[in-house]
């Protein structure tokens, strides 16, 4: 992650922050071949996910990342304004190495498979053998294969599982012995949501744009003629889904606030009537309110404007 500050807009020449996010994110696209770059604004506050956001869920994650790339080919096909480039959270083809264990082979020499993937962890990523102690700090020393060799499969399968069998005699076996591999290419994460798998479709809007409510329902509209297979569903998350979760909130909170001042204020006037009226009164200055946001067309945020 490459973190950059923009100046203050008095020393920009006039140049949009946004304008100059999106100068760079076009600058980077295709100048790495298989290196998925994202330019994206800080987000300051709590999480609240992509603008366009859509989560693919199903069992079959072939299927899921299919259906995925084939739903970003029809929704770019559409031409919706304000998307900005839609991309998937899963690259499927990363690098791998699968190592299959002659189990049987094992059993008999009296290695279990935990020892052996131990045995590669340790060489790739280490394991702590003691603690160094300088002025007072603990520094952990952990040992692994060097540079070097670290990644030399003709090194890594040809160094010996050291142990104790069971008559107590100390044993040496090489692990190509009982272990072979195969360069495959594999996922890069495998994402959960309630137990299921998820693969995500998302991106961010383009300059200019501030309702991302507006270009999902449009994205909506137009995904009512895409086909998706048996066993899976789509859902619409991120931003949306926080704001529609703030909203809910706020209007509960609103409404038991005002149950609980009519209560008080019948208590107070002994009648029914003059809550009523003053009840009225916080009704149309909140239709004054958002009439007015509505009919200026002015983008407003949920949380501060029901807060206030």
Do not use: C, W
Request: charged share 25%; hydrophobic share 40%.
């Amino acid at each position: 992650k490459i973190t950059a500050t923009m100046r203050e807009f008095k020393y920009r020449r006039g140049e949009d922050s946004e304008a100059l996010r999106s100068k760079i994110q076009d600058a980077l696209r295709g100048v790495y071949p298989g290196v998925s770059i994202s330019v994206e604004k800080d987000i300051v506050g709590p999480p609240a996910g992509y603008p366009i956001n859509i989560e693919v869920e199903g069992t079959n994650y072939d299927d899921l990342i299919v259906t995925a790339e084939r739903m970003r080919n029809f929704i770019n096909d559409k031409d919706i304004p304000g998307i900005e480039e839609l991309k998937i959270d899963v690259n499927r083809g990363k690098p791998a190495m699968q190592v299959m264990i002659d189990r049987e082979k094992a059993g008999e020499l009296g290695i279990a498979a935990g020892q052996v993937g131990n045995q590669l962890r340790r060489s790739l990523f280490g394991e702590k053998a003691g603690v160094y102690k300088e002025e007072g700090d603990d520094y952990d020393i952990n040992v692994r294969f060097s540079e070097a060799i670290r990644y030399n499969t003709s090194a890594l399968f040809n160094q010996n599982i050291i142990f104790r069998n069971s008559k107590g005699i100390l044993v040496e076996i090489p692990l190509s012995t009982m272990v072979s591999q195969r360069n495959t290419s594999g996922f890069s994460a495998i994402k959960h949501r309630d137990a299921k798998r998820v693969v995500t479709v998302y991106s961010g809007m383009e300059p200019g744009y501030t309702d991302p409510g507006a270009i999902v329902a449009q994205i909506q509209e137009e995904m009512a003629d895409f086909d998706i297979p048996d066993g899976i569903k789509f859902d619409y998350t991120g931003e949306i889904e926080e704001r529609t979760k703030q909203l809910n909130f706020l209007i509960g909170a609103f409404f038991s606030g005002l149950g609980l001042i009519m209560l008080i204020l019948v208590f107070q006037f002994n009648s029914i009537s003059k809550p009523t009226i003053i009840m009225i009164a916080i009704f149309l200055s909140f239709i004054g309110v958002f009439g007015n946001l509505l009919f200026t067309g002015e983008p407003f945020v949920i949380m501060m404007t029901m807060m206030g």
